[in-house]
């Protein structure tokens, strides 16, 4: 389960740097945080001469990363679509060049508690070993069941395939008709 929420910050002249920081949570809240970035939009506002640079700052593996993640201008690209994931780290938005504004849309992701995954796996085990029984039973009942032996018996013996639907034993060439 996860919920979702709005993100939206605006870089301009006077604020060119916006944090989100998913650490800064209270004690006890032990949800995972995604911040997803869907647009950046230059506002209608911008200087028609200049480039406006967006640069995200985040965490990698092993250090920090600072890379430009939209270049806009009016005339030439006024927005950008993008699909950018930042999970439980502080992601820092920067106008490095241009005056904006430059409008940040995405959505705030809050996952589910810790307990609830826990308690999640336990019950899809259970599931599991549910399922596991059933096929078990499938299997066992299938295997005591015997199937009925189906035979050409032209004598029209129970068991066997012999009345047609003449009502007369089936391999009795006497009882046909000769034209």
């Known amino acids: 389960m996860t919920d979702e929420y709005f993100y939206g910050a605006t870089l301009k002249e006077g604020s ?11 004690e006890g809240y032990p949800r995972t945080n995604k911040l997803v970035i869907k647009q950046c ?49 502080p992601v820092t938005f ?8 430059v409008h940040i849309h995405g959505l705030h992701l809050l996952g589910s508690l810790v307990e609830e995954f826990e308690d999640m796996e336990e019950m899809e085990e259970e599931g599991l070993d549910e399922e596991e029984a059933d096929e078990d039973e499938d299997e066992d009942g299938a295997s005591q069941k ?8 032209s004598k029209g ?4 395939g012999g009345a047609v639907a003449g009502g007369g034993p089936a391999g009795n060439d006497k ?3 000769r034209k």
């Not at 060119?16 to 209270?26: E, G, I």
């Not at 015997?146 to 018996?153: A, D, E, F, G, S």
Request: aromatic share 4%; charged share 30%; proline share 6%.
């Open 16 to 26: 060119k740097t916006v944090t989100w920081d998913s650490d800064n949570k209270p």
């Open 41 to 89: 939009l230059l506002g209608h506002e911008a200087a028609a001469d200049e480039f406006n640079v967006v640069q995200v700052e985040t965490m990698t593996i092993r250090d920090t990363l600072r890379i430009p993640i939209a270049v806009l201008k009016v005339g030439e690209l006024r927005q950008c679509r993008m699909d950018l994931e930042f999970s439980d780290a």
């Open 94 to 101: 920067t106008l490095v060049e241009g005056k904006g504004p």
């Open 146 to 153: 015997k199937k009925p032996k189906l035979t050409n018996n």
């Open 157 to 160: 013996k129970p068991g066997g």
């Open 175 to 177: 009882n046909r008709k």
